[in-house]
């Protein structure tokens, strides 16, 4: 198992305050941040000759940073098992985690659990778990379609890691892995679905991490004297993040405060309360993952 020093949890979400206009996350992990790499392969010929945007890669970029994760290598290949398999074997003994996106599922050029499982010299094989749960969306006649089975085979040492869904309810498919190697499902929607499976699977920083979200109604410029002074103020025990929100109606700004100190945490954000003219911090109780800075 190449995760030498990470641990696997799972927990059903994450933490999250009412404290009006600021969100609250709490990430716990047990590994250092420092340790932690990742290598991201964009699978698919849709994305090559251009038919398809790849707006993957932003996510991964934007998330797995605000994660600490490290990426060493973004690479985009097309849909052929060799490429991705060579990838997949040097990429998972230089990072600690790999993650594909895109090539699985029952169509003819959907190679990636072909390749994945040819980087770690193993056979393709039926999942029981997965064919149960196409059983339980298209009936028995599951069985007997080609698709199904295809879709229902994956590398023999895979595991099959589940989430929960805000009501603690399991997700319905689960982000599948096979040692350090995650293969994501390549529609953007489903992918950012799937990256919070593969957080809440995996704890990923050495101490607890907390994340606060300030949504503000005044634009970057108005709130940089501020911001900066903050920065300054609280250099070395937390980290900020200001991100414009052009397309959205009721605010201009989201900052992203996140800190291993709790307390610290608190007061960097009180600190924006007392700094900012009353009423330009909004009371939007968002739901989103605080790994969403831009809430994409």
């Known amino acids: 198992m190449i995760f ?60 797995l940073t605000l994660s600490d994760i490290k990426i060493r290598k973004i690479a985009i290949l097309p849909d052929n098992v060799d490429a991705i398999s060579t990838e997949v074997s040097t990429l998972s003994k230089e990072c600690t985690v790999v993650l594909t996106s895109g090539g699985i599922g029952p169509t003819h050029d959907d ?32 069985d007997q379609n080609e698709a199904v089975k295809k879709f229902s085979s994956i590398p023999q040492t895979a595991m099959l890691n589940f989430g929960f869904d805000k009501h603690g309810n399991k997700t319905r498919f689960p982000l599948i892995s096979v040692k350090n190697t995650y293969m994501f499902p390549g529609v953007p929607m489903l992918l950012q679905r799937s990256f919070d499976v593969f957080k809440a699977n995996f704890f990923l920083h050495n101490k607890p991490l907390y994340i606060r979200s300030i949504f503000i109604t005044l634009d970057e410029f108005s709130i940089t004297p ?29 900052l992203i405060l996140e800190g291993a100190d709790e307390a610290m945490v608190i007061e960097a954000s009180d600190y924006f309360n007392h700094k900012l003219p009353r009423g330009s911090i909004l009371n939007l109780n968002y739901s989103k993952s605080s790994s969403d800075p831009e809430g994409s």
């Open 111 to 142: 190679v990636t659990y072909e390749a994945v499982a040819k980087a770690f010299s193993e056979n393709l094989a039926l999942n029981p778990t997965l064919m149960e749960l196409f059983r339980d969306y298209f009936g028995p006649s599951a």
């Open 4 to 63: 030498r020093n990470l641990k696997k949890f799972t927990i059903p979400g994450l933490f999250k305050n009412n404290i009006p206009g600021i969100n609250f996350f709490i990430h716990l992990s047990t590994t250092s941040s420092s340790d932690i790499t990742a290598g991201v392969l964009i699978i698919g010929d849709e994305i090559l000759n251009g038919q398809t945007e790849d707006i993957n890669s932003l996510f991964f970029i934007k998330n």
């Open 226 to 254: 501020v911001l900066n002074d903050a920065v300054r103020l609280f250099q070395g025990r937390v980290k900020f993040g200001s991100y414009p929100a052009f397309n959205e109606k009721t605010f201009k700004v989201k």
